[in-house]
């Protein structure tokens, strides 16, 4: 579940950004984006505590440090990319 939300929240952030690029109103993609991407995390913990409860310790040994990392990245390059549009456009104001 969390790849689909992790590819729903890229989506929306390359329309975000397309929207912006035409002229478009891109706010809703923005927060689209912005919630897949907290989707992402939310699943992502979700499948961390099914292996707690299950007391997979190898998955979570071999899993979650990775995870942790990419997640983090991503999520960060997430809202960089989200928020963009309207820091170019505070910039364009000025």
Request: aromatic share 14%; charged share 20%; glycine share 4%.
């Amino acid at each position: 579940m969390w790849m689909i939300f992790g590819l729903m929240a890229a989506a929306a952030t390359f329309i975000n950004l397309y929207q912006y690029k035409k002229g478009k109103e891109y706010k809703f993609a923005m927060a689209m984006g912005l919630s897949f991407t907290a989707a992402t995390l939310w699943a992502e913990y979700r499948l961390v505590f099914k292996w707690v409860e299950k007391e997979d310790w190898s998955a979570l040994l071999d899993v979650v440090p990775t995870m942790v990392t990419l997640l983090s990245v991503l999520t960060l390059i997430s809202i960089v990319l989200n928020i963009a549009p309207m820091l170019l456009e505070l910039k364009a104001r000025k």
